[in-house]
């Protein structure tokens, strides 16, 4: 692989337009940290609680959970590790890989859908550290900002402490975001240790409280009624996305040992340890949120909660709002806009701040993730098609200002599988197979079949626009 090549001449310190070289690589424990910190989010406490069926709802025995955990994130393991290696041998970010596989032109397609995605989750994550506070303060002011209730949602007012709390957050998560990848690391790696050692506490705090290990069996047992492929899918869409996502993480590797390591570190530690922290809250104290239930421990326990789920959730979200500047970024370079790194995380950040604080997570949330897991998968097929099997596992990125403005195989495969995907989801289709998984799947089978009819010539940039 050669990678002296660069796709332009103004190269910042995150390689948003151009390969990033062998001596700007992260040191491997880094870049797990990072991805600690990455996959520590209140979706895998929320799926954990899912699985055992809250309320009295459908549910699988903790055997069952563990089964459908230890399948579900293998999948995602093996998944987020191929896209990673990819952007570890060339040291190139998503959208420009997809360059290769959808064209100069027709990158946009996925990168526009991924800025949409990144922004909803940015949004998402501020909403949720500002409910924690907002639990935390009560309501002293009197004051409600919003009411979604005049909308029809069933849902509490957003008040001035909750408002207040996603304003000031958002605003710091867009700071230190505007740091890039070194700002990553540097929150990641105090704060990834620790939050990983409470959740750790806390769910063995939850199950004491609930009457010990065995009380906690016998009442798991109980739970039925959810399908493991379901659960399994559950799973797999709840995280599915972020497996695209870890490309712009992963390009800073310095070998495949670091890229597979921090997948580890994601799906193998982070994420089942949520899931079974959520489980085991559901079953004991009927709470998948650890935070909610120190909220009602003591004035010390809830502070503590408070600020380790921010702090927990601010290195996810950093991440976030990096990624998305890496894919509008190159979006607008193709359109003739020339555009820094910090001013497109400022702008995104403090547009996921408003959204946040207007209630994004309270309203859109649940039927985000579910869509989500199932239109975000089709958009990697392209990619897994083209690098793996197409160039035999080796991009030459001396080519990659010389790629067809629309490789139609790529955006036709894709858009193909995204209404697959919404179709299985909307008619019940193969109910037991995960929608998005399935959507990925026929994605790279439709890429194989139409590249051969479909597929143009690379030309390079500069004859195009002549």
Known sequence: MNQ???????????????????????????????????????????????????????????????????IGMGILFVLTSLL?????????????????????????????????????????????????WGAFIGNPSGIVVFDPGRLGYQIAPITLEV?????????????????????????????????????????????????????????????????????VTMLVGSWIAGAIMGVDLFRFCRNARAVWLGSAACFLLTNPLLNIVGYIGTVTVGE????????????????????????????????????????????????????SKKQLVLVAGLAGTVLGALGFYQMFFSPFINYLGIMAPPLAGPLLADFYIKHKGRYDVRELDQQPEFNRAGVGSALIGMVLGLALELNQWLVAWPNGLVALLATVLLYLLLHPILSAKPRPLAEKAS
Not at 20 to 26: E, F, M
Not at 299 to 307: C, D, H, R, Y
């Open 84 to 132: 990673g290696v990819i952007a570890q041998r060339t040291g190139l970010s998503l959208a420009l890989l997809c360059r290769y596989a959808y064209g100069a032109k027709g990158m946009n397609l996925p990168m526009l859908a991924m800025g949409l995605l990144t922004l909803g989750w940015f949004s998402a994550i501020t909403g949720m550290v500002g409910d924690i």
């Open 4 to 70: 002296k090549a660069q796709s332009s001449p103004a190269v910042d310190a995150d390689y948003m337009l151009a390969p990033v070289p062998p001596d700007a690589r992260r040191p491997t424990w880094k870049q797990v940290m990072v991805w600690v910190g990455f996959g520590y989010v209140a979706t895998g406490l929320f799926i954990g609680g899912t699985l055992a069926g809250p309320a009295g709802g459908a549910g699988v025995s903790f055997p069952m959970a563990m089964l459908a955990i230890a």
């Open 163 to 231: 408002f207040a709390a996603c304003l000031l957050c958002g605003l710091l998560f867009t700071a230190t975001s505007m740091s890039g990848m070194k700002g990553l690391e540097r929150l990641a790696v105090p704060v990834a240790p620790v939050i990983m050692l409470i959740a750790v506490l806390v769910g063995i705090g939850m199950l004491d409280e609930g009457g010990g290990l065995g009380s906690f069996v016998a009442a798991s047992s109980q739970k039925h009624g959810l399908p493991l492929p379901s659960a």
């Open 288 to 339: 998948y949120n650890y935070v909610s239930w120190m909220l009602e421990k003591s004035f010390l326990l809830a502070l503590a909660g408070a600020v380790t789920w921010t702090l927990s959730l601010w290195t996810t979200n950093d991440a976030e709002l990096y990624c998305n500047a890496l894919y509008t970024g190159p979006v607008l370079q193709s359109c003739g806009f020339d555009v």
